[in-house]
Nanobody, 123 residues
Framework: QVQGMESGGDSLHAGGSLRLSCTAS????????MAWFRQAPGKEREGVAA???????THAEFAKGRFTIYKDNFKNIAYLQMDNLTPDDSAMYYC?????????????????WGQGTQVTVSS
């Protein structure tokens, strides 16, 4: 069974950077698609970025220029590099993965989900 495990969440001040990691274990081949979502208290979950095994990526508009998703196919790890963070980026960040199908942060139909890692940005 594939499991996802996120790490890297932290509390920091605005303007800082974080790198989140998501490891998809239990599958011996590169995961077709891995993505990051986030959910702040009282808000709906929203897509942040997605990356396919061929390194094709999509990023939400708010993430472009500040966040970068990339994937280590050999280790089945997806990273989310986040720079110039603001308090609006505070949320629980979730990793998701699929073995096939489309690959976009706009789609929330993912088979595997992690437990989340908290990011808190103070002003």
């Amino acid at each position: 069974q594939v499991q996802g495990m996120e790490s890297g969440g932290d509390s920091l001040h605005a303007g800082g950077s974080l790198r989140l990691s998501c490891t998809a274990s239990g599958y011996n081949y590169p995961m077709h698609c891995m993505a990051w979502f986030r959910q702040a208290p009282g808000k709906e979950r929203e897509g942040v970025a997605a990356t396919r095994a061929d390194h094709y990526t999509t990023h939400a508009e708010f993430a472009k220029g500040r966040f970068t998703i990339y994937k280590d196919n050999f280790k089945n790890i997806a990273y989310l590099q986040m720079d110039n963070l603001t308090p609006d980026d505070s949320a629980m960040y979730y990793c998701a993965a699929n073995l096939g199908g489309t690959c976009s942060h706009r789609d929330q139909v993912f088979t595997f989900w992690g437990q989340g890692t908290q990011v808190t940005v103070s002003s």
